[in-house]
T-cell receptor, first 116, second 117 residues
Framework: GAGVSQSPSNKVTEKGKDVELRCDPI?????LYWYRQSLGQGLEFLIY????????KSGLPSDRFSAERTGGSVSTLTIQRTQQEDSAVYLC??????????????FGPGTRLTVT | QQQVKQSPQSLIVQKGGISIINCAYE??????FPWYQQFPGKGPALLIA?????SEKKEGRFTISFNKSAKQFSLHIMDSQPGDSATYFC????????????????FGSGTQLTVLP
């Protein structure tokens, strides 16, 4: 079946602009995670959604970052007033969720964001 | 606070050799430990994972060894091949009781493996 997909694959934006990054999880996966990968910080957790529960936003670096998940499927990560330090690869992962047995998180290819 | 420490940062191995990457964790609530393989320009791909109730898990050429008392785990790649050249990340997570799903992964800093032909 199809894996996690993300769009766009690359995004170049000017400092101060807003950007939206999209994630389509694996069909049937109820848990969805956003991570950020940058040279200096490695792989960092941003936010995760599980079904209809309130999202865990504890990893969001500032209030310029937000995310939503519509209909329990597609998710959008929004970065407002982008800064150069936001340049990174944004990765989305999904997991079956809802069970203590299945823990595997599967990653998409990522969106490379460059803020000029 | 870095909760998962990974070493070495880089590793060069001859074809056919054994590659060993080590990780140590601090949070005793962690109960699931996956390893990911990442090629340039790609997302991390799940390689193998272990739970703390077993000390070793083997899948093909890849083996995880787990030492719960020392809070350490390691990845062994037997008969290393040039195609194994990639960045490897260890990770750890625990279970979110309120959310009913695995919580976020905490990653090690990564090991860049080069297997020479």
């Amino acid at each position: 079946g199809a894996g996690v997909s993300q769009s766009p694959s690359n995004k170049v934006t000017e400092k101060g602009k807003d950007v939206e990054l999209r994630c389509d999880p694996i069909s049937g996966h109820t848990a969805l995670y956003w991570y950020r990968q940058s040279l200096g910080q490695g792989l960092e957790f941003l936010i995760y959604f599980q079904g209809n529960s309130a999202p865990d936003k504890s990893g969001l670096p500032s209030d310029r970052f937000s995310a939503e998940r519509t209909g329990g499927s597609v998710s959008t990560l929004t970065i407002q007033r982008t800064q150069q330090e936001d340049s990174a690869v944004y990765l989305c992962a999904s997991s079956l969720g809802g069970s203590g047995v299945k823990r595997e998180q599967y990653f998409g290819p990522g969106t490379r964001l460059t803020v000029t | 606070q870095q909760q998962v420490k990974q070493s070495p940062q880089s590793l060069i191995v001859q074809k056919g050799g054994i590659s060993i990457i080590n990780c140590a964790y601090e949070n005793t609530a962690f109960d699931y430990f996956p390893w990911y393989q990442q090629f340039p320009g790609k997302g991390p791909a799940l390689l193998i994972a272990i739970r703390p109730d077993v000390s070793e898990k083997k899948e093909g050429r890849f083996t995880i060894s787990f030492n719960k008392s020392a809070k350490q785990f390691s990845l062994h790649i037997m008969d290393s091949q040039p195609g194994d050249s990639a960045t490897y990340f260890c990770a750890a997570t625990d279970w979110g009781i309120s959310s009913g799903s695995a919580r976020q992964l905490t990653f090690g800093s990564g090991t860049q493996l080069t297997v020479l032909p």
